[in-house]
């Protein structure tokens, strides 16, 4: 099965909705997947745009806007009418819809909730109202509820009936007539229940909720914790506002993997795609983080220069200096990466400090070992004097253990005061390490050369 088009299918598409060869686009354009015509409509003018629109229907543009980033369908929804925006976003899920909204600027924004019809932009603002980074920001409330009285015949006969317009339909929550939640019922519970029995009876009275004010990420872990295909959320009274779904929780992951992967290379989170990002817009997430880390780094120079009359002294330590610190770094760099990451899977806590500190060192003792074994290889082959072979073979192993001190604490330390633990990047270590690592060598090199 193909993945995306290919560039010739985009261009035949496109000579076709240019030239009206409308019968032939048409033809064309049947056979696409939503993610196919997704990835087409990134391709076209806003007259092709135009063109294209009457050959798919609002609803396959709206399946395929769903398949976009926000950023990128909310670029796209403005270069159609108001009027067929609106439709659009109508046949869009409500959570979609409103991430789309988010993206657009106000004025813009109102204009076309303004077409669209009541109930629906209702919803929208509705959803509007909660943290985008929220459970409440991500839940649609296109959801199946029943009242704890009725019957299992009844419930059976309502779900056919809100089927076509609900996210979730294997799970039905029980409400009561505050709205609040106060069961659920499965699908299969539904099925093999006797059709006069009240849902009083078979639904289950413990559900796992989350707060509309939970975050995203942590709404995330919990679905994924019980392998559940939708959780409820309700408000601070507790009644049923939305659910959250795989589908979102898919998204979610996706995005705190892509911002943690950013800022473990040293640079902002992109709100956008990367080639619909500004160039200034890219200068500006990158420019501070290469400034904050040139400063830090201006701390080896600092050190070098206190040395200086030690390594005029001895000139032969010089040589060591890129292995030792460079040695450090990776150090650093491979554990900070693997604690960040866990952080991010709820594997580890506040409270795992000292267990993940503990197995870091006694780690770095075999690796420092190991390490300071080729670093005494690598003195002898250059045949310095021994005393210079103790003292880099010790540096080794100091500076592999002081890099995974700073790099398994850091992390944790900064998930402690709520910092995103990813901004202690690999860049962000190696530049410490480089500093503090060379400040140790040419400490000892003091202490056992006696310079």
């Not at 909204?101 to 109202?129: C, H, K, P, S, T």
Request: proline share 4%; net charge negative; hydrophobic share 50%.
């Amino acid at each position: 099965m193909r993945m995306r088009l290919n560039a010739g299918e985009i261009r035949h598409i496109r000579t076709l909705l240019l030239s009206h060869g409308q019968s032939g686009a048409a033809q064309s354009l049947v056979s696409l997947t939503a993610p196919e015509l997704a990835e087409l409509l990134l391709h076209l003018h806003p007259k092709e745009l135009l063109a294209l629109e009457p050959l798919v229907g609002t609803e396959r543009l709206a399946d395929a806007m769903a398949n976009l980033d926000p950023a990128e369908a909310a670029r796209l929804i403005v270069r159609f009418s108001r009027g067929s925006a609106a439709d659009i976003l109508e046949e869009m899920g409500p959570d979609d819809a409103t991430d789309v909204v988010e993206e657009l600027g106000q004025g813009v924004a109102e204009d076309i909730l303004a077409e669209m019809e009541g109930a629906d932009a209702a919803e929208i603002r509705e959803l509007l109202n909660y943290p985008p980074d929220t459970a409440g920001g991500r839940m649609t409330p296109k959801f199946v509820s029943i009242p704890p009285e009725a019957s299992v015949a009844s419930a059976l006969r309502f779900i056919r009936l809100q089927a076509a317009e609900a996210e979730m339909i294997y799970y039905t929550y029980v409400i009561d007539r505050a709205d609040r939640l106060v069961g659920i019922v499965s699908l299969r519970d539904l099925v093999t229940a006797e059709p006069r029995q009240r849902i009083a009876d078979i639904m289950r009275r413990q559900v796992i909720r989350l707060p509309a004010s939970t975050d995203q990420e942590e709404a995330a872990r919990v679905l994924m914790a019980h392998d559940f295909l939708a959780l409820p959320v309700v408000d601070n009274v507790g009644r049923l506002v939305g659910v959250i779904t795989a589908d979102d929780v898919a998204d979610v992951l996706q995005e705190e993997a892509s911002e943690d992967i950013e800022r473990l290379g040293g640079s902002e989170p992109l709100n956008e795609p990367y080639l619909t990002t500004s160039l200034l817009s890219l200068f500006r997430k990158r420019v501070p983080w290469l400034l904050a880390l040139f400063l830090a780094g201006t701390y080896t120079s600092f050190v070098l220069q206190a040395f200086s009359g030690t390594l005029e002294r001895t000139v032969a330590l010089a040589f060591f200096i890129p292995l030792l610190i460079g040695t450090g770094g990776n150090v650093g760099s491979q554990i900070v990466t693997t604690v960040v990451r866990s952080l991010a899977l709820g594997q580890l806590t506040v409270g795992d400090t000292w267990r993940v500190l503990s197995r870091e060192l006694i780690l770095s003792v075999g690796v420092g070992a190991v390490m300071a074994a080729s670093m005494l290889v690598r003195a002898e082959t250059m045949q310095v004097d021994r005393s210079i072979v103790l003292v880099v073979s010790l540096a080794a192993l100091c500076i592999v253990l002081w890099s995974a001190l700073l790099a398994s604490t850091l992390p944790i330390l900064l998930q402690r005061v709520r910092i995103d633990p990813a901004v202690a990047s690999a860049p962000l270590i190696i530049t410490l390490i480089d500093g503090s690592g060379l400040f140790l060598y040419l400490m000892l090199a003091r202490l056992i050369l006696g310079l």
